[in-house]
């Protein structure tokens, strides 16, 4: 069973970038589909992107569109979202989460695999 685990969250302006990655502890990472989900106070757990594990392919939900990137490198077993010109809308935990074999879906329920989280908090 694989275990997630986020990391590079932090306090930004608004318009400053972050970059969050997730590192993956198995060497199998690279046939997992994965995603960044965001949950804010009080709110539902959000799809934000996700990238398929074996074309590459990538999608993202609409709010995010040219401003954040997914991407993953299978050598390092890790993913990463660059987001960037961040806006106080987009505070929330952000999660990674991951499926076997899966493609790409933007359903919470689809993600059997889970990190912990990691806070990112845009200030105006």
């Known amino acids: 069973q694989v275990q997630l685990l986020e990391s590079g969250g932090g306090l930004v302006q608004a318009g400053d970038s972050l970059r969050l990655s997730c590192a993956a502890s198995e060497r199998t990472f690279s046939r997992y589909a994965v995603a960044w989900f965001r949950q804010a106070p009080g709110k539902e757990r959000d799809f934000v992107a996700a990238i398929d594990w074996s074309t590459g392919n990538t999608h993202y939900t609409d709010s995010v569109k040219g401003r954040f990137t997914i991407s993953r490198d299978n050598v390092k077993n890790t993913m990463y979202l660059q987001m960037n010109s961040l806006k106080p809308e987009d505070t929330a935990i952000y999660y990674c989460?991951?499926?076997?074999?899966?493609?790409?879906?933007?359903?919470?329920?689809?993600?059997?695999?889970w990190g912990q989280g990691t806070q990112v908090t845009v200030s105006s």
């Open positions: 989460a991951g499926r076997y074999y899966g493609g790409v879906s933007e359903w919470k329920n689809d993600y059997p695999y």
